[in-house]
Each structure stands twice: as C-alpha cells, then as structure tokens.
C-alpha cells in the first residue's frame, strides 16, 4: 500500500491514470444507466466492436486512431441505430454481423500495417498507464459534450426510454432521440477504450449501471450513483493490479463483477431474511 502511494506521487503515469478513472466514471455512469435501463447492452457490443475497424483503417493510412475510432462508433452508431428500428425482425443478426465485420475490418487493416501488434494489445485491453495529457484533454471535452447533451435534453431522454409510445403521443420524436442515445453511448465507448479496451468494455458500462439499479428508483439518482461505483471499481482496479503487475483494465472489469455479484447476493439475501 506504502508503495502505491508513493509512485502515486512520484509518477505522472499513476497521476493520469486516476484522473483517466474519474473523467471515464462520469460519462459510463451517465450513459451505462440509459443501456441498463433501455436494455440495449447488445446494441452497445455492436457499437464497441465496430470500432476496431476505424482504427485499424486509421493506423494504415497513418492517422489518429483515436479520431478513426470516433468517426467509427459514430457511423456504427447511426446505422445499427437506424436497421434496428427499421428492420427489427432481423436486428440481433444485423448487429452481430455489424460486430463481427467492425473486428474483422479492423484486424485486415492492422495485419498490413508494420509493428501493430502493441498498439492493437493496448486497443483491444486497454492500457491505463500510457494516457498522456492530451488523452485526459480529449477525454475531459468528450464528458462535456455528453454532459451537456444530456442535460439540454434530460426530459426527452427520460420519457423516451421509459415509455416511447406516451413520448410519440406527446410530440417527441423518439427516433431521433434514440439514434443520439446510440451516439453518446459511441462517443463514452471512445472514452473507455484505453482504460479496459474494447473487448471490456460492455462490462464497465453495463456493470456499475446495474450495480445502482437495484438500490435507486430514481434515473438522476442512479446516474451518480452509477458513477460513484465505476470510479470506486476503476480506483481499486488501479490499486490492485500496481502491486502484482496485473493487467489494469481486466481488473478493474473483475472488481466491477464481483461488485455486482456481491451486491445481487446481498440483495436476495436481505431481501429473504
């Protein structure tokens, strides 16, 4: 423990990566409560794993990955957005083909792009301790621009996930609200790529949200109460994984589990007695 926090004042890496833990814990406590609630944590898999295709098509031409990551999860967004409320006898097969074609693009892309292989390790798992300042920058503006969406549009957001038809019969236009939704959720994946990588990051968004639910009946209540628990877990994943030299993303996803589990047992345990 001494230890820990010593390089904690002594290394800037540890520093970003905390400050990394609390800009992520806003955004995936606000947007993991909406995929919770609207149940859309399938839609999100989609999105999250599309992504690898922009980057990977973003690294061969030499370009920021960051910034072909964005333009993906938004593209994906829209799409997966628009087939699932136009086709949606087919929707869980469109999605998964969206899913597989995203990794499949991406990893075609990165195989003839020279020395990949780390970057798309750190992509893939993510990798907390490289965040550099302009990292925490980009994330910082990112978390503004979900913030303020959300608040500028809180009432339509509300009715619409809670009850699209009331919306529909009061003049919202649920549609679009939903493809925004999708855009914010792709905008909070780009946020979390590099604290637990794509293929973790359904659980840190999904995991803390449910985490909540299940103590608040209030979706604001639940927003930072989601958030309080993603930053918790990220902060003990940090922890945990510094002394061991554990993968940090992977544990912090493990301490986002056993948070749940425990908190579900708990649950049903009051609940009975």
């Given at each position: 423990m001494t230890e820990f926090f010593t390089a904690?004042?002594?290394?800037?890496?540890?520093?970003?990566?905390?400050?990394?833990?609390?800009?992520?814990?806003?955004?995936?406590?606000v947007i993991g409560s909406y995929i919770v609630v609207k149940q859309i944590s399938f839609l999100t898999g989609g999105i999250a794993h599309s992504v690898l295709a922009g980057m990977g098509i973003a690294y061969f031409y030499n370009a920021s990955p960051i910034l072909g990551a964005i333009i993906a999860a938004l593209v994906s967004s829209i799409l997966i957005g628009l087939i699932s409320l136009r086709w949606k006898e087919h929707e869980d097969v469109l999605i998964a083909a969206f899913w597989s074609a995203g990794m499949a693009i991406g990893l075609l892309f990165l195989s003839r792009t020279p020395g990949y292989n780390i970057d798309l390790m750190s992509y893939l798992f993510g990798n907390i301790l490289l965040i550099s300042t302009n990292d925490l920058l980009l994330m910082l503006l990112l978390d503004l621009v979900i913030l303020t969406t959300v608040l500028f549009f809180y009432k339509q957001f509300l009715i619409s996930v809670f009850d699209e038809e009331f919306a529909r019969l009061r003049g919202v236009n649920t549609e679009f609200f939903y493809i925004l939704l999708l855009c914010l959720i792709s905008i909070t994946i780009v946020i979390l790529i590099q604290l637990v990588g794509l293929i973790l990051v359904i659980a840190l968004l999904t995991l803390p949200a449910a985490t909540a639910n299940q103590y608040v009946s209030s979706l604001y209540k639940m927003f930072f109460l989601s958030a309080l628990i993603c930053l918790g877990v990220s902060l003990c994943g940090v922890f945990i994984s510094f002394g061991p030299d554990l993968p940090t993303g992977s544990t912090i996803v493990l301490v986002?589990?056993?948070?749940?589990?425990i908190s579900v047992f708990l649950k049903r345990f009051i609940s009975t007695a």
């Open positions: 904690l004042i002594e290394y800037s890496f540890l520093q970003h990566a905390l400050l990394a833990c609390l800009l992520a814990s806003i955004s995936c406590g986002a589990c056993c948070t749940y589990f």
